[in-house]
């Protein structure tokens, strides 16, 4: 999904102010939270910046609209995601959540269409759904793997699934190995 901005590649610049106003550069506009949830929406690319210090701000701009759309009832994150999420913060794995949850959300979008049209048309015999669910396997997988006490009921997977969820813990158990031995 490419990115579009205000005018040949730019980004648009969005002020924020000490009174909380945000002030959009590319429109010469005070916009609100919601004007650039829908912002996002549409991958207009911007970078939020305090007027007073020029400090890059835009994550926390971001996870403020997440926190706004979750508190108005449009909740998508289920509080174990978000325990889990809250849990890995000082954790050896904690460097390597950013790439895996960005490499995660890359792998759905790529796929999204497609598990769209399989859940349509019945995941039975479909191979679309095939890769759906090998998909959610494997997202599964690096989760229990990441998050320790998440472990699913391994009796209802297909055995081929089983041999390469194990393989997958198996790295990742040799990945926390490593980085635990350099924590020390």
Same mark, same amino acid.
């Given at each position: 999904m490419a990115k579009r901005s205000a005018q040949d590649g730019d980004t648009i610049i969005i002020k924020k102010y000490a009174n909380r106003r945000l002030y959009n550069t590319g429109s010469s506009s005070y916009i609100t939270l919601d004007d650039?949830?829908?912002?996002?929406?549409? @991958?207009?690319?911007?970078?939020?910046?305090?007027?007073? +210090? %020029?400090?890059? =701000?835009?994550? +926390?701009?971001?996870?403020? =609209? =997440?926190?706004?759309?979750?508190?108005? %009832?449009?909740? /998508?994150?289920?509080? +174990?995601?978000?325990?889990?999420? =809250?849990? /890995?913060? %000082? @954790?050896? /794995?904690?460097? /390597?959540?950013? +790439?895996y949850l960005e490499a995660s959300m890359a792998n759905f979008r790529k796929n999204q269409a497609k598990i769209q049209e399989a859940f349509q048309n019945g995941l039975s015999g479909n191979p679309i759904a095939k890769i759906a669910e090998t998909n959610l396997a494997v997202m599964k997988a690096m989760g229990e793997a990441l998050l320790p006490g998440t472990k699913a009921d391994a009796a209802k997977q297909p055995p081929e699934e089983k041999s390469e969820i194990e393989a997958l813990r198996k790295q990742m158990a040799a990945m926390q190995k490593k980085l635990d031995e350099l924590d020390k």
């Open positions: 650039l949830a829908k912002m996002t929406r549409d @991958n207009v690319d911007f970078k939020v910046v305090d007027a007073k +210090s %020029g400090d890059d =701000i835009t994550h +926390s701009i971001l996870t403020q =609209i =997440i926190m706004e759309e979750e508190a108005s %009832g449009k909740q /998508m994150l289920p509080v +174990s995601f978000l325990r889990d999420l =809250i849990a /890995m913060y %000082g @954790n050896s /794995m904690q460097a /390597m959540m950013p +790439s």
